[in-house]
């Protein structure tokens, strides 16, 4: 089975710029998840979505972080106009529904690493 | 990602010898613990996992305690092996949500 993919893997632009990452989840994963990674910490979500719609975006950015799953599969997350901070790695994962736990299993993607100059 | 833990505490082991990484949480209510670990340039993926109804996990060569009374959670990985190299995460599930919160981490260094 094919796991979560993310593009680009690299991104290097200039702050004010703008950026966007895309991520293919697992098929058949209907839960999709955004997190931000900055050096030296655990991930931090930024946005969930169930199917194409949002569950939580409570920690997103949002006057400059926008993110959206059209037709409930394949999600794009942009950043305009990108700042110093936001250099990090963004991570894109999908959850199945366990039922031994019943709870989530997530599944991550490798990340895009983002660096703003 | 790459070069995620540039900065976290390390823990260096011997090969062969057991790995112990802990792990402190800070909701008392939180119901359900996952240990994941990360390699350079890849992202988390999960090792084991520990419901609250439940002090202790074993899985092939990790075994996870799980302390309520002081918010603490252990990883133990039996016969460390090269392999096992990484940065190794927490994360506490919040009642109720799908959200989870993710500790800092640590980076295991397996020793030849």
């Known amino acids: 089975e094919a796991g979560v993919a993310q593009s680009p893997r690299y991104k290097i632009i200039e702050k004010r710029q703008s950026v966007a990452f895309w991520c293919n989840p697992i098929?058949?994963?209907?839960?999709l998840y955004w997190y931000q990674q900055i050096l030296g910490q655990g991930p931090k979500l930024l946005i969930q979505?169930?199917?194409?719609?949002?569950?939580?975006d409570s920690q997103l950015p949002k006057d400059r972080f926008s993110a959206e799953r059209l037709k409930g599969v394949d999600s794009t997350l942009k950043i305009q106009p990108a700042k110093l901070e936001d250099s990090a790695v963004y991570l894109c994962?999908?959850?199945?529904?366990?039922?031994?736990?019943?709870?989530?299993?997530?599944?991550f993607g490798p990340g895009t690493r983002l660096t703003v100059l | 990602g790459e070069n995620v833990g540039l900065h976290l505490p390390t823990l260096s082991v011997q090969e062969g010898d057991n790995s112990i990484i802990n792990c402190a949480y800070s909701?008392?209510?939180?119901?359900?613990f996952i240990w994941y670990k990360q390699e350079s340039g890849k992202g988390p993926q999960f090792i084991i996992d520990?419901?609250?109804?439940?002090d202790k996990r074993q899985g092939q060569r990790v075994t996870v305690l799980l302390n309520k009374t002081v918010k603490h959670l252990s990883l133990q990985i039996a016969a460390t092996q090269p392999g096992d190299s990484a940065v190794y995460f927490c994360?506490?599930?919040?009642?109720?949500?799908?959200?989870?919160?993710f500790g800092t981490g640590t980076r295991l260094k397996v020793l030849a």
């Open positions: 909701n008392s209510a939180s119901d359900y």
């Open positions: 994962a999908s959850s199945l529904y366990r039922s031994d736990t019943g709870r989530d299993e997530q599944f």
């Open positions: 994360a506490e599930n919040i009642p109720g949500t799908y959200k989870y919160i």
């Open positions: 979505f169930q199917n194409n719609g949002v569950v939580d």
């Open positions: 098929s058949g994963h209907a839960t």
């Open positions: 520990i419901r609250s109804n439940m």
